[in-house]
């Protein structure tokens, strides 16, 4: 606008009329390309109000955003501190019963190791997951009390994120060494689920899948010593603690012979069932530790130790073909496996070693109920010494 001379009455002279400037569109404030589309379109500032700015509130539309600007990235130890905010006395007590008891105690003497993993653990939420699902797990079966529920839902957890953590291709040491640590723990937990004989079978198979191909450095890890001869050394040692003879009496001895006869008879009555040769190699593998055992019981115990992880030797597809729910031949193999494990481990001195005894004697009579009334005489011998208990 320009000025003009306006008459003073009283000096009757004009004066000047300061110019009005018009504010400048957009000046004083910051251009952002991250507002609603109703303000874009009304060339207005958005307040960018997560879910609704606040002039779509005020007018009563409906916001709506192009891209909704992403949270802000949370590092796994900020994560798991927001976690543990909300963890329960049940859970406290299950970090300490992991601690004094529910850790993995195979090999034997390397309890050293689970404290470094527990040094770790609030950095990785599936790890800590894994530890209170093995722990609850543990409580629910040598306890009257029944963590079941709070044991599955950790365990779950702890699947959904290590799976997450699998997917990222850089590992450092201390990584792979969580990611193993958690997969170990799993596959314990399984060992102590009544229904969890195949989920055993498969996290053994991916403990070793992340022990060979995700630790980094084997020398680095803290699991270097973790292998299949120290398992076979550290039964050795637990045998040779406890006594220098292969039986107690007479009698043991003789029941012993008679048991092994007749698991002999009974693998020959289902030979002709095995027609891959991944369960050919299983039966062949059983049917060694039984010849040992006739004269030389403890040491069938140290053959008997890599046969757990048997079926990590069978390629993909094998493993795949073995491990199916309807595998009639292989569900029979492995009920003569779980009983041959229980009749070893009743020896005196080798007592402990094996798994859980009251969870693998409900897995045998899961698989003689899951099979046809026609294949149920193949697991007379397996399901006898199971109800004999």
């Not at 229904?195 to 803290?222: C, H, K, N, Y």
């Amino acid at each position: 606008m320009v000025s003009t001379p306006d008459p003073d009455p009283d000096a009757g002279q004009a004066v000047e009329v300061p110019q009005r400037r018009r504010p400048v569109p957009g000046k004083g404030h910051r251009k952002s390309k991250k507002g609603c589309a109703n303000c874009k379109n009304r060339r207005v500032k958005c307040s960018e109000d997560i879910p609704t700015c606040r002039a779509c509130r005020r007018l009563g539309f409906v916001c709506r955003y192009a891209s909704p600007p992403p949270p802000p990235p949370i590092a796994p130890a900020a994560h798991f501190r927001t976690a543990s905010s909300a963890l329960t006395f049940d859970d406290l007590r299950f970090f300490h019963h992991f601690f004094v008891a529910a850790h993995p105690p195979l090999p034997f003497g390397e309890s050293k190791v689970w404290q470094d993993v527990a040094a770790i653990s609030h950095e990785y939420d599936f790890l800590a997951h894994a530890m209170m699902g093995l722990a609850a797990q543990s409580l629910s079966a040598s306890t009257s009390a029944d963590y079941s529920i709070q044991a599955l839902s950790h365990r779950v957890r702890a699947i959904a994120a290590m799976n997450e953590a699998l997917s990222k291709s850089e590992v450092s040491h201390v990584d792979g060494d969580a990611r193993l640590a958690a997969a170990i723990i799993l596959t314990f937990q399984s060992s102590n689920m009544e229904d969890g004989m195949m989920e055993f079978l498969r996290m053994l198979r991916g403990w070793m899948i992340i022990q060979t191909t995700v630790v980094p450095s084997t020398a680095q890890s803290l699991f270097r010593a973790f292998t299949e001869e120290a398992y076979v050394e550290s039964m050795r040692s637990h045998i040779m603690q406890k006594s220098t003879t292969c039986l107690s009496d007479a009698a043991d001895y003789h029941d012993l012979r008679e048991a092994l006869e007749n698991f002999d008879a009974s693998l020959r009555l289902a030979a002709p069932l095995c027609q891959s040769s991944a369960e050919l190699r299983y039966l062949s593998s059983m049917q060694r530790v039984a010849i040992v055992a006739r004269t030389n019981p403890l040491e069938a115990c140290l053959e008997l130790v890599p046969l757990y992880a048997g079926t990590n030797e069978m390629d993909a597809d094998e493993f795949a073909h073995f491990t199916q729910e309807n595998n009639i031949t292989a569900q029979i193999l492995l009920a003569h496996f779980w009983m041959l494990t229980w009749v070893l481990d009743s020896l005196g001195p080798a007592r402990g070693f094996a798994m859980h005894e009251s969870i693998v004697l409900r897995w045998v009579e899961r698989i003689a109920r899951r099979l046809p009334q026609v294949h149920r005489h193949y697991v007379l011998w397996p399901l006898g010494i199971a109800e004999s208990r």
